[in-house]
């Protein structure tokens, strides 16, 4: 992407599925929030890094293996550590969320 594009993303989970069959069967060599964050916040920070202005709200599923609500609607992640509360909000599955004054969905 050109460096003067900012990129506004939604990403809707399952993030690390309670499903998958390496997670059933317990064949796992990291916690999943760590799992979480390695696979995916990680990655998603840099990108977000390398384009300033840009917003990436993360939304849970009730497959979500790193939520602690079980039941739709979903409350929104609880991520521990040092995300960018500006580019990288984690939002719940339904409600109505303002993310600046002009621009609400």
């Known amino acids: 992407l050109p460096a003067q594009c900012s990129l ?3 990403q809707i989970g399952p993030f ?3 499903g998958h069959v390496l997670i059933q069967d317990g064949d ?4 999943p929030a760590t799992m979480f964050r390695e696979v995916f916040l990680n990655k998603l920070s840099e ?13 849970p599923s009730v497959r979500d293996i790193v939520s602690d609500h079980a ?6 992640l ?7 509360p ?6 719940t599955a339904v409600g109505r969320h303002v993310l600046m004054p002009s621009l609400s969905l």
């Open 8 to 10: 506004h993303m939604v």
């Open 16 to 18: 690390i599925d309670s």
């Open 78 to 84: 609880q991520i521990e550590g040092d995300l960018d």
């Open 86 to 91: 500006v580019s990288i909000l984690m939002i």
């Open 28 to 31: 796992l060599d990291r916690n």
């Open 47 to 59: 990108l977000l890094d390398d384009l300033p202005g840009s917003i990436a709200l993360i939304v």
């Open 71 to 76: 039941v739709f609607p979903q409350s929104e």
